[in-house]
């Protein structure tokens, strides 16, 4: 018997245990990819922690409140080339509020997320709450960068 290649039912199986296998790692994948979103953001929030920091320091003042998924203009020197409040699977919006109260002056700093799906937001909470104070874990998260009343 003289045969050359592969019969159809030899394909056939070959396809089938490569299709099983690559159903198994498919959500193994999105789980993965979602946590790397998710340091992704957490890096996000330090980078522009240091530029809100870095422009108070020569200005004596907080970037301006933005949009959602808009890069506050006052803060695009001190960001790194071409760093984005919109990254796709999730949106930022900063935001800043200081006031003068008659018990004393209050700052306030809060990073927003806008992630695509509440599964991402809750990771994304889930990460930033190991170093900084976080509400909400769905469609939106808020990150506390600075709560100051003196």
């Known amino acids: 018997m003289n045969r050359r290649g592969f019969t159809i039912i030899e394909l056939l199986v070959v396809l089938s245990i ?9 959500p193994r994948y999105h789980r993965y ?3 790397a979103i998710a340091a992704q953001a957490v890096g996000d929030f330090k980078v522009v922690q240091s530029a809100a920091y870095t422009y108070n320091g020569e200005t004596d003042r907080w970037p301006a409140t933005s949009g ?4 506050p203009t006052d803060m695009v020197e001190f960001l790194p080339g071409g760093f984005s409040f919109d990254r ?4 930022m919006r900063w935001i800043s509020f200081s006031g ?4 004393g002056s209050l700052d306030l700093l809060v990073l927003v997320y ?3 799906s509440p599964e991402l937001g809750a990771k994304i909470a889930h990460q930033l709450r190991k170093g ?3 509400l909400g874990t769905g469609r939106v998260v808020f990150a506390l960068m600075l709560y100051q009343f003196g």
């Not at 490569?18 to 498919?26: K, Y």
């Not at 959602?68 to 890069?71: K, L, S």
């Open 68 to 71: 959602i998924g808009v890069t």
């Open 33 to 35: 990819r979602q946590d």
């Open 100 to 103: 003068s109260f008659p018990t």
């Open 18 to 26: 490569m299709s099983i296998l690559a159903a198994f790692a498919m």
């Open 88 to 91: 796709g699977e999730y949106r």
């Open 132 to 134: 900084y104070r976080v």
């Open 114 to 116: 806008y992630p695509d």
